[in-house]
């Protein structure tokens, strides 16, 4: 919209470029100024003319009619006016030109898009008024170029020596034609600009925009209506525009703020296949680019190129990788949707929010807030899911190396996607349990990894709480029925950190609760660990595995009632008290003792704190193992598959219970 009523100031310019000179009284004198301005117009390689020039010296009124101009550039952009009056005409300094105001009347412009997309927009403007018009007395020539880039570039340019209170159409309607895949009709009203002066303009808005769009949605046609309310934009720089696609700027890679906030709403569709969508607002702000990434005429010539057949997996990726450097040159520091509902054939839905910024190709963080929805099992809610620092720039880039036909993806290739993303968060989740009426309940989830060796993450921190109907029906669930719980939670923390310089791999286990039940804790390092296990390549990887060794492991387990729910468990499958099936099971295990106490004697300890843990309920039970020298990891797991008690003869083994 903005480009159409800068192209619209740029016409009004021409129309009255030149008027005022030292003779402005003369008929024929305005007459020449004006032909002499679309001269200019003609001498950059389009085409200019105007009808009967007219002028009032006693309201310094000039009138201009029937203008008609057609861009040089390819496919052309036409613009016809009906008539351009401007009121109150002066020359305030030499080489400017002043106008109380300037009304464009029947106002036409067609836009033609050439290429795979190929298309015609056109617009209509019945009245356009400009207050307090000053700009120059004359015009650039324009440059004899046929690209829109640098037709678009030269207007902003020249709107950038323009200063206007305001800018103003009470009605813009306008078709878009693309063939099948899609048309439609739009009409924008109350649209204003303000304090329009060295390039930038202050305040932007349109009070409302109605659009019906016709498409084709897998194979089927679909009509779609549509209203935004309230559009408005504060603090948009021409200049800035101009500057970023200036070839002179191709390495210019600082940021410049194109505007500052813009926000709309409410904003509603109703598709015909059934979907009625609102949103109660949306804001933008703070939006910048930088030159050096900015390649809208690469981008271009890629499309033009691929033409209208199914590109080729090189195409597909040339076309990737200039699209990944406008993400990259985009910056974003706010974008948000908020008050969003749709009813759809599947049943509705609402968020309370969508979020997301942009800089250097990354989306620091992608949120999504309050999802109520319904399923076929019942209602699903969701209170945020967030992606943390995701790389959309790399992620087009690798995902384009994918295009290639009959080449699976090597895992090298695979691996490059995980450090395109950095973190995932879901809270405040309520979703249906089968079809028992009851909910699974996530309180909260979030994963993060970092600290990259190559495209392989060296440290991972997860934590989560969830709680769980039990189920009636799984047998594996049928002790916890027994015992009377009807739901089961979990709440866990667990972290694992590589340090090159220690060489050493850590699993450290903070908490990881089971409610009602049991509580541990748990630390299990490895030693010698060398860069070359983080390799994409498997057989690198399990090659540089064999020289990991065990190192240290501590466990702590805390009864919250496991112990007594094994008891009961016991006492019911033997039919005996609790007691006695308590004093079994501690039996048990001391007799087992004797045997483990041959093969490791640190292990009887061990055992016999175990049967302190059963005898007495909420005791804490603490393990330690300490390697007794050098025992390859690899090596460790082999025996503990074949001969546990070997396994643990490796180490010296610590333990002790406490209340």
Do not use: C
């Not at 329009?196 to 019906?212: L, P, Y």
């Amino acid at each position: 919209m903005v480009k159409i009523l800068m192209g619209l100031a740029a016409a009004v310019v021409i129309a009255v470029g030149g008027v005022f000179g030292f003779e402005f009284y003369t008929q024929h004198r305005i007459t020449s100024e004006v032909e002499a301005a679309f001269e200019q117009l003609r001498a950059g390689g389009g085409k200019a003319s105007h009808g009967k020039v007219s002028f009032d010296l006693k309201s310094r009124t000039v009138t201009i009619a029937d203008i008609k101009t057609e861009s040089a550039t390819q496919p052309p952009v036409t613009m016809k006016i009906a008539s351009v009056v401007a009121l109150g005409v002066g020359q305030p300094d030499t080489g400017r030109l002043s106008a109380d105001s300037i009304e464009a009347t029947d106002t036409e412009i067609g836009v033609s898009i050439a290429g795979a997309g190929r298309g015609n927009i056109a617009y209509k403007v019945p009245r356009l008024v400009m207050k307090d018009y000053s700009g120059p007395a004359s015009l650039q020539r324009p440059q004899a170029s046929a690209s829109v880039i640098d037709a678009y570039r030269s207007a902003l340019e020249q709107f950038a020596s323009v200063s206007v209170t305001s800018l103003e159409a009470p009605r813009v309607t306008g078709t878009i034609d693309f063939g099948a895949p899609m048309s439609g009709e739009f009409t924008y009203s109350g649209t204003a600009l303000r304090d329009i002066k060295a390039g930038k303009i202050a305040t932007m808005q349109v009070e409302r925009a109605d659009f019906t769009v016709n498409t084709q949605q897998a194979g089927k046609p679909d009509k779609m209506t549509g209203e935004i309310l309230n559009l408005a934009s504060r603090d948009f720089d021409a200049a800035a525009v101009a500057a970023v696609l200036d070839p002179q700027k191709a390495n210019d890679g600082q940021y410049y703020r194109l505007y500052g906030k813009t926000t709309a709403g409410p904003y509603t569709v109703t598709s015909a296949l059934g979907l009625r969508m609102r949103v109660d607002e949306m804001a933008l702000d703070e939006v910048g680019a930088r030159p050096s990434r900015l390649q809208f005429p690469a981008l271009l010539t890629a499309l033009q190129a691929a033409g209208t057949a199914p590109p080729s997996p090189a195409q597909t990726r040339e076309l990737m990788e200039k699209v990944a450097t406008i993400y990259e040159s985009m910056r974003i520091g706010t974008a948000e949707m908020r008050g969003l509902s749709a009813e759809t054939p599947q049943g509705p839905f609402k968020l309370a929010a969508i979020r997301f910024n942009l800089e250097d190709g990354k989306v620091g963080e992608f949120a999504v807030e309050g999802l109520d929805t319904g399923t076929p099992k019942g209602p699903l809610k969701l209170g945020r899911f967030a992606l943390k620092s995701l790389d959309i720039a790399n992620f087009m880039r690798i995902s384009a190396q994918f295009a290639g036909p009959g080449q699976p993806p090597s895992p090298e290739l695979i691996a490059g996607l995980f450090p395109l993303i950095q973190g995932v968060e879901i809270k405040g989740v309520t979703a249906p349990f089968k079809n028992t009426g009851k909910f699974v309940n996530l309180d909260g989830f979030d994963v993060n990894w970092g600290q990259f060796v190559g495209p392989i993450p060296s440290k991972v921190r997860l934590t989560a709480k969830i709680t769980t109907p039990v189920d009636a029906t799984d047998p594996s669930m049928k002790t916890l029925v027994a015992a009377g719980l009807d739901t089961l939670s979990a709440d866990g923390d667990i972290g694992a950190e590589w340090t090159e310089a220690a060489r050493s791999f850590v699993v450290d286990v903070p908490k990881l609760e089971i409610g009602g039940l049991v509580k541990a804790s748990a630390r299990i390092a490895l030693a010698n660990v060398p860069r070359q296990v983080f390799s994409a390549n498997a057989a690198q990887a399990i090659g540089a595995a064999a020289q990991i060794e065990a190192g240290a492991i501590e466990l702590t387990l805390r009864d919250l009632g496991s112990v007594d729910l094994g008891v009961v468990q016991y006492a019911r499958a033997q039919n005996v008290s609790r007691d006695a099936a308590r004093k079994a099971i501690v039996e048990n295990i001391m007799a087992s003792s004797q045997h483990v106490a041959s093969a490791n004697p640190d292990a009887e300890a061990a055992v016999q704190a175990l049967a302190r843990f059963v005898e007495s309920p909420g005791q804490t039970l603490v393990i330690k193992l300490t390697p007794l020298g050098k025992v390859p990891a690899m090596q460790l797991f082999q025996m503990l598959k074949t001969d546990p008690l070997l396994a643990l003869a490796q180490f010296r083994i610590e333990a002790s219970t406490g209340l």
